[in-house]
């Protein structure tokens, strides 16, 4: 079955990176787009960005340009998050989640990782 | 861009029916087709529910269903349960690779 499995809980001080992986399993790779999620403590989800897995394009919302990167490794079939500059504001879970190319359907989804950004 | 607008809150009696909705915008839900409603209990990932306005994936109880009139977009949850208790996001394609949720809804049930 598909599976998305994320790495574990991060504490990072303000001004450092996160990096944070998504190993998928359970169909072919290259097959579909790649996301990143967030959600804030008590907060709604927030989009971030997109890598299409077969050429290794990306995109990201204007909010993150410049501190977002996202990355894959087809051999180990692993999709990576790397955000910069961290700020107390970034503290959340971080989900990857894959969609159905073109059509919205993010239908399988990571089980989160929790990022805490503090001095 | 802003987060599409839910109501914070709804709630219901178990049998009754319950409606949300999700206003966007004439760039995101008004001119897209690309609308989707997530399902989140609390600790756990969101679950797809509808997909592409009105599409069920498998495995989802026919009680779920969505619509879509102008920039609103709609789930409607039908014979309420126990179970439904959960907070529920829009999403919208709005262009470019811009994706936009809501603010997100919690679904009591009494």
């Known amino acids: 079955q598909v599976q998305l499995v994320q790495s574990g809980a991060e504490v990072k001080k303000p001004g450092a990176s996160v990096k944070v992986s998504c190993k998928a399993s359970g169909y072919i790779f290259t097959n579909f787009y790649l996301h990143w999620v967030r959600q804030a403590p008590g907060q709604g989800l927030e989009y971030m960005g997109v890598?299409?897995?077969?050429?290794?394009?990306?995109g990201y919302i204007q909010k993150f340009q410049g501190r977002l990167t996202i990355t894959r490794d087809t051999s180990t079939t692993t999709l990576y998050m790397e955000l910069s500059s961290l700020r107390s504001e970034d503290t959340a879970v971080y989900y990857c989640?894959?969609?159905?190319?073109?059509?919205?359907?993010?239908?399988?989804w990571g089980q989160g990782t929790l990022v805490t950004v503090s001095s | 861009q802003s987060a599409l607008t839910q109501p914070a809150s709804v709630s219901g009696s178990p049998g009754q029916s319950i409606t949300i909705p999700c206003t966007g915008t004439?760039?995101?839900?008004?001119?897209?087709?690309?609308i989707s409603w997530y399902q989140q209990h609390p600790g756990k990932a969101p679950k797809l529910t509808i997909s592409?306005?009105?599409r069920r994936p498998s495995g989802v109880s026919n009680r779920f269903s969505g619509s879509k009139s102008g920039n609103t977009a709609s789930l409607t949850i039908s014979g309420l349960q126990a179970e439904d208790e959960a907070d529920y996001y829009c999403?919208?394609?709005?262009?470019?690779?811009?994706?936009?949720f809501g603010g997100g809804t919690k679904l009591t049930v009494l």
């Open positions: 004439s760039s995101d839900i008004g001119t897209y087709n690309l």
């Open positions: 890598i299409y897995p077969d050429g290794g394009g990306t």
């Open positions: 592409e306005v009105t």
């Open positions: 989640a894959r969609e159905i190319p073109v059509t919205g359907n993010f239908d399988s």
């Open positions: 999403c919208s394609y709005a262009g470019g690779v811009t994706w936009i």
